[in-house]
């Protein structure tokens, strides 16, 4: 079983910056593809940013450019910088780990963040 803690979401002003923490814990044997994904209110939870046990990265294309998402293998950590946010980006964020057992791989959630982006 693997536990996942996420923190720094909040309330920022449009074009300001957050960073998100997702923290893995828990019987890990080896955590491969990791990512963020966000849901706003009446609509359907979308890819923000994945990234590989290499450091391999994709973006949506909404957040290009603007966000960064980089890992911690050794802490088993996710980040994702934020920056120059619109009230767009507004949404529940969670992290997502997908988790080799040495047999087969399972995925985990987060229990989500909220990020509000309003003046």
């Known amino acids: 079983q693997v536990q996942l803690v996420e923190s720094g979401g909040g309330l920022v002003q449009p074009g300001g910056s957050l960073r998100l923490s997702c923290a893995a814990s828990?019987?890990?044997?080896?955590?491969?593809?990791m990512g963020w994904y966000r849901q706003a209110p009446g609509k359907q939870r979308e890819l923000v940013a994945g990234i590989t046990r290499g450091g391999r990265t994709n973006y949506a294309d909404s957040v290009m450019g603007r966000f960064s998402i980089s890992r911690d293998n050794a802490k088993n950590t996710l980040y994702l910088q934020m920056n120059s946010l619109k009230p767009e980006d507004t949404a529940t964020y969670y992290c997502k780990v997908r988790h080799w057992n040495g047999r087969y791989d399972y995925d985990y959630w987060g229990q989500g963040t909220q990020v509000t982006v309003s003046s």
């Open positions: 828990g019987n890990i044997f080896r955590i491969n593809d």
